[in-house]
């Protein structure tokens, strides 16, 4: 890690910054603040405490208070330019003012004047026990998200933006109502800000500062903290042609062609046109026609998904930061945009592993860690993949060090499901096509469907049978240490494994056919990951003796064990009787 | 359980105990109500549409037919059956719920993951009597409802349920 030693030394001054208290009533005014940047963008990190602002409503900044970079001034001051040369182009250009232009123009400065106001009115502020960001000026907003709900930190700049040296900073908690948006810091700040919403970095954040103390003293607790980062993962080149070889490759080419198409053809261009010429369509018959055009696609679409990966997940990390107990995951990546996002290991829940049909040959795994207690729909947060996808094996050996205890549930032997399980998987594959083709062949009796189409559904039964066997062979469960393992799926076969502790409730499921084979669907319902896992069509006493295993304490209130009961052993469910209420 | 294993006792050693409670028999009626009027607006409809548009009957004779042959089954046979099987209970350790009809469903939330817990009264319910019990916890597919409880007995339980999940430490995830 060379990084932190690096950024500390140049953002220490940051941190320490101390507010200027210095009485500049007038650092409201824009002209002002605009004509005051230029010494203090010298120095660089001073922008991060700003003066205090008395004649507006913020509080003054020996409160913890920062602003905006300056430079979204410039930003803005560079957009009202263009605005106003494009206004100036619309009316000059012809006889005829242009009034698309112009009111284009006419928007722009509205825009550029509006972000001028907020980044006059924005001030947030890092606390060790939360982060507040106050912004807007006719409505005002006041937002406070405690700290140890923040789990991603992203920092991303458009193209003129990274010119300026500026960055957008999302802090996202997991919920969408609670994320802030800090558009735009110096990118040291940014760096800063993403350091500094570190698990277990708390610490580091400077207190409110003392207003009487003015001398700033570097507080060396950051560099110790960062110091305690161990290394998972990091960026392979190994990882690139498991992560851009897709069967849906060709998209990634086809779909910005597509978007293309539209505007192009307001200029006059006539895309599909232009590349029938190209590849010269008409004489070929239509299956060599489809077969070059892929064959020109694909290697195209692996090159744009290639980039994308790179600029997605390059300089990845994964690594293990903090002191005990107050440990988190971090993943960094991302060359234009940096992602952070951490994961307390405290809310850690499990592991889940899914492996695509498609490529099981190459033994590719996609790989999440569970973690509990935010929304289900929170984004990369919480149900986002860990790490890019790899091999199975490289998967198992990484899923040891991710989970904090060290263990290796997802390698354990899992339980084979009754054959029955097979049979019913069998029979769907069977008559689920067969029940379509009958409610088509009604309506093709009643007229509304024409000649034999009622047929199709029927001609898919050589490949559902396949599917039917890989979906059997898919099942299976066991219960290993401290957690329980669940795998099921066709397209994708997903092994989940989760700890004992963080069921919340099983749900038993029995349909006729299955009470008829005795067999039972068991769900695990969890506060972590996709909040509800299933284990399909277990044997009865595989599903009790699954829920028995995992929940021992829990299955006493509602599993009978007749052996117990018979050899005249202590019933258990008496003790519960008695503190039964209703 | 490795003395089972031991034994190479493969056959049922092992069963879901059923819960201990009835619902009220009032269930039967509020649900046959339910079933008559949720018919009367679905078929009303799809009749309406088959008498005034002709060019739609091709489409919708078989649907109709299917859709008549359901609720007549919801009407006379779902509800007493859905009494014949429903069954909860409530301890100082958990909540416990068996539902269903065609498909069975066996439900059971310790206290100390139980997040909320509601009573929820429609109108034909707050008519005859009845109350519905919602226990919610941080997976929503862990969601326990008891439809069709004495409204006084759901009042005392919901209380009492109160008092215990107070007296439970832990955040429920």
């Known amino acids: 890690m060379s990084g932190p030693a690096h950024d500390s030394s140049r953002s220490t001054p940051a941190v320490v910054a101390a507010p200027e208290q210095s009485g500049s009533d007038d650092m409201s005014e824009l002209t002002n603040a605009s004509s005051s940047s230029a010494p203090e963008r010298s120095g660089g990190d001073d922008l991060s405490e700003p003066a205090g602002e008395p004649a507006g409503p913020v509080p003054v900044d ?29 009316i000059v250009v012809s006889d005829e003012p242009v009034w ?21 009115t924005t001030r947030y502020r890092i606390t060790p026990e939360r982060v507040e960001m106050r912004t807007g000026w006719l409505s005002r907003k006041h937002r406070t ?66 207003p009487a103390s003015a001398d700033p003293v570097p507080d060396p607790v950051p560099v110790a903290r960062m110091a305690a980062e161990t290394v998972i993962a990091r960026f392979r080149r190994s990882w690139i042609p498991l992560n851009v070889v897709s069967v849906w490759a060709v998209f990634a080419i086809a779909g910005p062609l597509f978007a293309l198409n539209w505007p192009l053809r307001a200029l006059g261009v006539d895309l599909p046109e232009l590349g029938r010429d190209l590849i010269g369509w008409d004489g070929r018959g239509p299956v060599a026609n489809i077969a070059l055009v892929l064959l020109i696609a694909y290697p195209l679409g692996v090159i744009a998904t290639t980039v994308a990966f790179l600029l997605e997940n390059g300089n990845f990390q994964l690594v293990r930061t903090g002191t005990a107990p107050d440990t988190a995951l971090v993943t960094r990546r991302g060359l234009l945009t940096t992602r952070t996002v951490q994961r307390t290991d405290s809310r850690m829940r499990g592991i889940a592993v899914a492996e695509p049909l498609v490529w099981r040959w190459l033994r590719l795994a996609r790989m999440k860690a569970l973690s509990s207690g935010l929304g289900a729909a929170a984004g990369e947060a919480t149900g986002g993949d860990i790490l890019p996808r790899i091999r199975l094996a490289e998967a198992h050996d990484l899923a040891a060090e991710i989970l904090p205890d060290g263990a290796r549930p997802l390698e354990a032997t899992l339980a084979r499901h009754p054959r029955g399980a097979l049979t019913r998987r069998l029979g769907m594959a069977l008559y689920g096509p067969a029940l379509v083709s009958g409610v088509m062949l009604v309506f093709t009796l009643t007229g509304v469907l024409p000649g034999l189409w009622w047929l199709l559904p029927l001609a898919l039964i050589p490949v559902t049978l396949p599917l039917a066997v890989v979906a059997y062979r898919s099942l299976g469960h066991a219960v290993d240490g401290d957690y329980l393992v669940v795998r099921h799926g066709i397209g994708h076969r997903r092994t989940v494994a989760l700890q004992r502790r963080a069921v919340i409730g099983w749900t038993v499921q029995q349909s006729i056919f299955q009470r008829w084979g005795g067999r039972m669907t068991v769900g695990v319902a969890t506060a972590a990951g996709a909040r509800h896992y299933e284990s399909p069509d277990m044997s009865e006493e595989q599903a009790l003796t699954f829920i028995t295993k995992a929940t021992p304490d829990l299955a006493a209130a509602f599993v009978l064990d007749d052996y117990a009961e018979k050899s005249g052993s202590p019933n258990r469910t008496a003790t519960v009787s008695a503190n039964h209420f209703r | 359980m490795a003395r089972l294993r031991h034994h190479g006792r493969m056959e049922a050693s092992l069963t879901l105990r059923p819960p201990r409670h009835r619902l009220d028999r009032r269930f039967i009626t509020w649900r046959t109500l339910q079933a008559v009027l949720w018919s009367i607006g679905v078929l009303g409809t799809l009749g309406a549409i088959w008498g005034y548009a002709e060019s739609a009957r091709p489409y919708l004779g078989p649907v109709i037919l299917a859709v008549a042959v359901t609720y007549a089954v919801n009407i006379t046979v779902m509800p007493y059956a859905r009494y014949r099987t429903h069954r909860w209970e409530a301890t100082e350790d958990a909540v416990y719920a068996l539902s269903g009809w065609l498909t069975r469903e066996w439900k059971v939330v310790p206290i100390s993951r139980i997040q909320s817990i509601d009573t929820e009264i429609g109108p034909l319910q707050r008519w005859l009597g009845l109350a519905s019990i919602t226990v919610t916890t941080a997976s929503s597919e862990g969601k326990i409802t008891i439809e069709g409880v004495d409204a006084k007995i759901a009042e005392e339980t919901v209380d009492r349920l109160r008092e215990v999940t107070a007296a439970t430490p832990g955040d429920a995830t």
């Not at chain 1, 112009?102 to 006059?120: F, S």
């Not at chain 1, 991303?156 to 802030?180: D, N, P």
């Not at chain 1, 500094?196 to 708390?202: A, H």
Request: aromatic share 4%; charged share 20%.
């Open chain 1, 62 to 90: 020996d409160q913890g208070w920062r602003r905006l970079s300056v430079r979204v001034v410039w930003l803005d001051l560079v957009r009202v330019v263009i605005s106003l040369a494009t206004g100036y182009l619309g």
């Open chain 1, 145 to 210: 998200v405690s700290r140890d709900r923040i789990r991603s930190v992203d920092s991303s700049a458009r193209l003129l933006q990274r010119l300026l040296g500026l960055r957008t900073v999302h802090i996202g908690s997991g919920e969408t109502e609670s994320s802030f948006k800090l558009d735009a810091l110096d990118h040291r700040h940014a760096a800063l800000v993403q350091r500094e919403l570190m698990p277990g970095s708390s610490a580091a954040v400077l207190a409110p500062p003392d």
């Open chain 1, 100 to 120: 698309a232009l112009v009111a284009g123009a006419c928007g722009g400065l509205l825009t550029a004047l509006l972000d001028l106001r907020r980044w006059q």
